[in-house]
T-cell receptor, first 115, second 110 residues
């Protein structure tokens, strides 16, 4: 049973560039959440996708956008990269409709460095 | 006041000792509480959920105090492998909002 997978593992970009990160959820999960974790900080919620739509969004600018595909996998896109976007980007998957809400399981993350 | 607050540490504790962390939260509507463990440069992994009645998993005990709005984690007989950052997580069901604390760093000393 595959867990959450993310690609790439590491990425180096320069300011102003655009980046796409990918996530495949754990088998049986239909909801994908994205988090940004800067050094020394806890993960910050970016947004969540369910049924191919953005269901919730944290306090992140429009430069951060996403997509979910019919197979539940997801992409995070960041445009016009800033130095401050350097962080570990984590994807978490869960199953919707659970009460209490299902536990989120995290992927290994993509470490993005913006130079 | 931050939504979830933790003492960043580091806590430097000799092997075999008992250590406890607290985490406070500001939203009284919070309904689910968790402790995650994060090793250096790795993803967070669920350590345990925290229930109102308190719960124990081996050497780990988690407690919730809704009146004072804090949760705690107690680690007994600490091992070198317990060295990690421990993240407090608070969740509200209505909007499924999940808030992480910044984490508490624990170093177990041989």
């Amino acid at each position: 049973d595959a867990g959450v997978t993310q690609s790439p593992t590491h990425l180096i970009k320069t300011r102003g560039q655009q980046v796409t990160l990918r996530c495949s959820p754990k088998s049986g999960h239909d909801t994908v959440s994205w988090y940004q974790q800067a050094l020394g900080q806890g993960p910050q919620f970016i947004f969540q996708y369910y049924e191919e739509e953005e269901r919730q969004r944290g306090n992140f600018p429009d430069r951060f956008s996403g997509h979910q595909f019919p197979n539940y996998s997801s992409e995070l896109n960041v445009n016009a990269l800033l130095l401050g976007d350097s962080a570990l980007y984590l994807c978490a998957s869960s199953l919707a409709g659970q009460v209490p809400p299902d536990t989120q399981y995290f992927g290994p993350g993509t470490r993005l460095t913006v130079l | 006041r931050k939504e979830v607050e933790q003492d960043p540490g580091p806590f430097n504790v000799p092997e075999g000792a008992t250590v406890a962390f607290n985490c406070t939260y500001s939203n009284s509507a919070s309904q689910s509480f968790f402790w995650y463990r994060q090793d250096c440069r790795k993803e967070p992994k669920l350590l345990m959920s925290v229930y109102s009645s308190g719960n124990e998993d081996g050497r780990f005990t988690a407690q919730l105090n809704r009146a004072s709005q804090y949760i705690s984690l107690l680690i007994r007989d600490s091992k070198l492998s317990d060295s990690a950052t421990y993240l407090c997580v608070v969740r509200t069901w209505r909007d499924d909002k999940i808030i992480f604390g910044k984490g508490t760093r624990l170093h177990i000393l041989p």
